[in-house]
């Protein structure tokens, strides 16, 4: 058979650890890079005693040496309260991360699929958000450092398919959720879950009237693997996500009902320069790559859901 040597950065995240476990189940071999700042060994222990899955503990910013045939790259904290710990590293990350990745995808012949993300259209007037879109990003705020990093990620990827002809597919991640989000993520729907089933306070940033579309991981890693076999030529950048809109108020009712909790709902301050909504617009995926999320947002919830409540029976 054809036994691919994939390398994925930030493979042991959250996105990173399905895509690693979905690739091991096709018959890859899987090389796993990650520095582990927000990505976790639970997530891939369960992957460890497999002969063709290997961890490397390294940094992106460190020059990469391995021989592959393909490339994910995934290394960056994804989390608003992650990529804000250390901006000037989330920055260094995406670009330097990008720089390393590129250039070994050149010396290797490897095809190379760059996660981008939807906070390339920053908060966007244009709704739902094409991929035609050139976004609205301020350059100097709090959320600068993973958009303008993600942004220039995308630069890089396409200055090396111009000018070096590298194979490159660029993915543009909408809002993704499930198992193995750190119950510390500080995203929303973690933070909703773990404190709807803790019965503590559910907060939400600003009124809740802003809005986001959530794709299920499942669906979100078989429209990475989809776009990593697109035919050659087609680099995107291509959105992938569900367009299922929801105000974060609605998510904060849904997740109470389906946990059946006791929690009350609080309004805390909304951070600087929050998105005010947020669709993808995902007719280029359909087309291209025959791909749309079909898990809907009650199931992928629930699905969730019973995830964390085993994560804290065992605290
Ligand atoms: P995550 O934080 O769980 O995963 C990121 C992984 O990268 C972690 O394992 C982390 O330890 C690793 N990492 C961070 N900096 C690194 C470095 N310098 N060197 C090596 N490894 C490093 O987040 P995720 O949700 O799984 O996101 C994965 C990718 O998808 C990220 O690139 C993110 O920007 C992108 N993305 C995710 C979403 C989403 O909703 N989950 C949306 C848009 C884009
Ligand atoms: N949010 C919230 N309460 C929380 C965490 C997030 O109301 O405990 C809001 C946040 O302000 C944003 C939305 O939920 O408007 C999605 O936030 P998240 O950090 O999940 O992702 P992003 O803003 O990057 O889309």
Redesign the pocket.
């Known amino acids: 058979m054809n036994r691919k040597r994939i390398l994925v950065?930030?493979?042991?995240?959250?996105?990173?650890?399905h895509l690693c476990e979905k690739l091991l189940e096709e018959g890859n071999d899987v090389v796993c890079?990650?520095?582990?700042?927000?990505?976790?060994k639970d997530?891939i222990r369960h992957l460890m005693d497999n002969p063709y899955f290997e961890f490397i503990r390294?940094?992106?910013?460190e020059n990469i040496y391995v021989e592959c045939d393909q490339i994910y790259?995934?290394?960056?904290?994804?989390?608003p309260v992650?990529?804000q710990y250390d901006p000037i590293?989330?920055g260094?990350?995406?670009v330097i991360?990008a720089l390393h990745t590129l250039g070994l995808a050149k010396r290797c012949q490897a095809r190379i699929l760059q996660?981008?993300?939807?906070?390339v259209y920053g908060d966007p007037e244009v709704h739902p958000q094409p991929e035609s879109y050139r976004g609205c990003v301020n350059p100097n705020g709090i959320r600068s450092c993973?958009d303008e990093g993600?942004r220039m990620a995308e630069t890089l990827f396409f200055d090396y398919y111009r000018q070096h002809g590298v194979d490159i597919k660029v993915v543009?991640?909408?809002?993704?959720?499930g198992p193995?989000?750190?119950l510390d993520?500080g995203?929303v729907i973690s933070n909703f879950i773990v404190q709807a089933l803790k019965n503590d306070d559910i907060t939400i940033y600003g009124q809740g009237q802003q809005t986001r579309s959530f794709?299920y991981?499942d669906d979100?890693i078989k429209g990475i693997r989809c776009m990593m076999d697109s035919q050659e030529g087609f680099t995107g950048p291509v959105n992938l996500g569900n367009p299922n809109e929801i105000t974060m108020l609605q998510l904060a009712h849904k997740i109470i009902e389906l946990t059946g909790s006791k929690s009350k709902i609080v309004f805390l301050p909304l951070p600087q320069d929050d998105p005010v909504q947020r669709k993808p617009f995902i007719e280029l995926a359909k087309n291209k790559l025959n791909w749309e999320p079909t898990v809907t947002l009650e199931n992928g919830l629930e699905r969730t859901i019973e995830y964390f409540m085993s994560i804290l029976r065992h605290l």
């Open positions: 950065t930030g493979g042991a995240g959250f996105i990173g650890s890079m990650d520095n582990l700042f927000t990505g976790q997530n390294q940094d992106v910013l790259n995934l290394a960056c904290p994804a989390s992650y990529y590293k989330t260094k990350t995406s991360g996660a981008s993300t939807s906070e993973y993600k543009r991640i909408f809002n993704t959720y193995r989000m750190r993520d995203r794709c991981v979100m």
